[in-house]
Nanobody
Framework: QVQLVESGGGLVRPGGSLRLSCAAS????????LGWYRQAPGRERELVAL???????NYADFVKGRFTISRDNAKNTVYLQMDRLSVEDTAVYYC?????????WGQGTQVTVSS
């Protein structure tokens, strides 16, 4: 079992930045993939960013050039740097980890972008 705990969400003005963190209870160095997803009210959960085992990254079109996924294996933590935030980025953000055939999710952190 792996527990994931997100943090770093909050209220930010349009154009601002936030950095989300996802701390894992175990080593993430051998994870097949690490990802960030989000879910806005009334909408389905959607992929934001994904980093695969070989370091390759994949971003949703709506965040390309604004968000960056990264990891610190020594701290067992995955990050999502979010810049130039817009109202449309308001959602609960979840991290996940795929290890073998198992997929783990965190509890989510709320990001609200509002003036």
């Amino acid at each position: 079992q792996v527990q994931l705990v997100e943090s770093g969400g909050g209220l930010v003005r349009p154009g601002g930045s936030l950095r989300l963190s996802c701390a894992a209870s175990r080593s993430i160095s051998n994870a097949y993939s690490l990802g960030w997803y989000r879910q806005a009210p009334g909408r389905e959960r959607e992929l934001v960013a994904l980093q695969s085992w070989n370091g390759g990254t994949n971003y949703a079109d709506f965040v390309k050039g604004r968000f960056t996924i990264s990891r610190d294996n020594a701290k067992n933590t995955v990050y999502l740097q979010m810049d130039r935030l817009s109202v449309e980025d308001t959602a609960v953000y979840y991290c996940n980890l795929r290890q073998g055939s198992k997929l783990y999710w965190g509890q989510g952190t709320q990001v609200t972008v509002s003036s």
